[in-house]
């Protein structure tokens, strides 16, 4: 039983599933994909999420602005939590801070997280963070405004080790996707074989980044099994493994999600939990 933990399900190439989402939907769910997060890049995806969730109970969403998105109106915080509220989000995100790009200036990426962080923590949601060339800022911002019960995730990960083990200090778990099976990313399969197994989440961030031997192709859900597979070879465990403590681990983070688990999720949880 897997979870795509970080998918644009209202983004994916469907060229290969005649145009339909439910037939790349029913592609991962024949492979184990019990479980999607649809992630939001701005508040104005998140009707078109919503729509999506009713039609699949296996759907959940978040609701955010990335930080090299350009929006019309930078939302305070009481705009992120009207939209997560409104319309049932699990998570606020993806959020966070991408000094590696141009294209927003970096105080308003700041602000910009502050406020997301401020709005996860006032509605006590975990928050999905993406960090790239950002580490001591990102990291500054999430020690003021996180609730460590709370905490969030850094999604597609690729810093450092120590970043890392500094985020699992304030709550956060690490969320592994198809990078790590890249050719060149020693230092990513790195994070695989030392990151506490508690503290990992698999994705596929499809329908960007496809893990070998898909690479060149439009990501998709299903491929988070090759991220899972991936990570039990360089741990030199069973892929079993992964895929069940990485299912417990979304459920422990994303405990909005939960309720719309199906009550065979629920039980497998049960079995491998004892709660």
């Known amino acids: 039983m897997f979870v795509d933990s970080h998918c644009h399900l209202d983004r994916l190439d469907l060229a290969a599933h005649d145009g339909q989402l439910a037939t790349a939907l029913d592609a991962a769910r024949q492979r184990g994909v019990r479980q999607f997060l649809a992630i939001a890049?701005?508040?104005?995806?998140?009707p078109g999420l919503v729509d999506i969730a009713r039609a699949h109970d296996d759907v959940t969403f978040s609701a955010g602005v990335h930080p090299l998105h350009t929006v019309p109106d930078e939302p305070d915080t009481q705009a992120i939590v009207a939209c997560a509220e409104r319309h049932g989000a699990v998570a606020i995100g993806e959020t966070g801070l991408d000094y590696h790009y141009d294209g927003v200036a970096h105080d308003v990426q700041y602000a910009r997280?502050?406020?997301?962080?401020?709005?996860?923590?006032?509605?006590?949601?975990?928050?999905?963070v993406h960090t790239r060339d950002a580490k001591e800022d990102t990291l500054a911002l999430i020690r003021e405004h996180t609730d460590p019960a709370v905490g969030g995730v850094l999604?597609?990960?690729?810093?450092?080790?120590?970043?890392?083990?500094?985020?699992?200090?304030?709550g956060f778990y690490?969320?592994?996707?198809?990078?790590?099976?890249?050719?060149?990313a020693t230092a990513v399969r790195e994070?695989?074989?030392?990151?506490?197994?508690?503290?990992?989440?698999?994705?596929?961030d499809s329908p960007y980044l496809a893990p070998v031997p898909h690479r060149g192709k439009p990501?998709?859900?299903?491929?988070?099994?090759?991220?899972?597979?991936?990570?039990a070879a360089e741990r030199g465990i069973s892929v079993e493994e992964v895929a069940m403590q990485t299912t417990a681990n979304f459920y422990r983070l994303f405990r909005e999600a939960l309720p719309e688990a199906s009550e065979d999720v629920r039980e497998a949880l049960t079995h491998l939990t004892g709660q």
């Open 191 to 204: 994070l695989a074989r030392r990151i506490p197994l508690d503290r990992l989440l698999i994705e596929t």
């Open 219 to 231: 990501n998709e859900p299903q491929w988070v099994v090759e991220v899972a597979e991936c990570i």
């Open 113 to 128: 997280f502050a406020n997301h962080l401020r709005a996860a923590r006032e509605l006590a949601l975990p928050v999905i």
């Open 155 to 170: 999604h597609c990960f690729t810093e450092d080790l120590d970043m890392a083990r500094e985020a699992i200090r304030l």
């Open 41 to 46: 890049v701005t508040l104005d995806d998140v």
């Open 174 to 184: 690490i969320s592994l996707s198809g990078i790590v099976t890249f050719r060149h």
